[in-house]
C-alpha cells in the first residue's frame, strides 16, 4: 500500500507491506527512512509502536479533515492521502477549516498565551500545559484567527478535550 502523508508541511510517501502483524515500511520525502513496525491500538485514540527495537506511545485524534498525532510531548498535524488520487483533495486537509486544539493528556493549564480574536501564524504558541510534570506548548495547527479558548490559566483539562479553535 502507498500513502502520501503530510506530516507539519513536509510531504513524504510511505509504502507499506504487511507481514503477519508487523508491516515492513519505507518513508521517501524530507527524511528517508525504512525498516519494520507494529503497531497496536491499546485503547481508543492510543497506540503502542514498535519501530525497530524502539517502542513508543502515540496519541491520535481527529482534526478537521486530518489528524492530530503526539509522541513523546510533541504534537503534529498529519494528513494522509491516495497518491492515486490526483484531484489533491487529501492534500493540505489538515490546515483547511476551523482547526481544534486539543490537550492529549490531562493536565494543568499554566498559561494561556492567546487572546480571543488574536491573529496567529502556524508554529505560534497558544496554550502551555503542565502533564506529568513537563510544561508543553501547544501550537497553533495553521495560520488564522483564534475564534475560541475554551481553557482557563490554572484550570485543569482532560485528555482529548478542546482547548482552542482556530479558524
Do not use: C
Not at 491499546?42 to 525497530?52: D, H, N, R, Y
Not at 493528556?105 to 499554566?110: D, F, S
Amino acid at each position: 500500500m502507498k500513502l502520501q502523508v503530510e506530516v507539519d508541511s513536509d510531504e513524504y510517501l510511505l509504502v507499506l507491506e504487511r507481514n503477519g502483524e508487523r508491516s515492513e515500511y519505507r518513508l521517501q520525502g524530507a527524511q528517508e527512512a525504512s525498516g519494520t513496525a507494529s503497531v497496536a491500538e491499546v485503547m481508543p485514540g492510543i497506540f503502542s509502536v514498535l519501530l525497530g527495537e524502539q517502542s513508543f506511545r502515540v496519541y491520535v485524534t481527529p482534526n478537521g479533515d486530518g489528524l492530530e498525532v503526539w509522541t513523546g510531548g510533541t504534537r503534529h498535524n498529519i494528513a494522509i492521502s491516495d497518491p492515486r488520487d490526483r484531484s489533491g483533495a487529501g492534500r493540505k486537509r489538515a490546515a483547511a477549516g476551523p482547526v481544534e486544539v486539543r490537550s492529549q493528556m490531562p493536565g494543568k493549564i499554566v498559561k494561556v498565551l492567546i487572546e480571543p480574536g488574536a491573529a496567529v501564524t502556524v508554529g505560534q504558541g497558544l496554550i502551555v500545559v503542565e502533564a506529568m510534570k513537563m510544561q508543553n506548548e501547544l501550537k497553533s495547527p495553521k495560520d488564522g484567527r483564534v475564534a475560541r479558548i475554551l481553557a482557563v490559566e490554572g484550570g485543569t483539562v482532560g485528555a482529548g478535550e478542546t482547548l482552542v479553535v482556530v479558524e
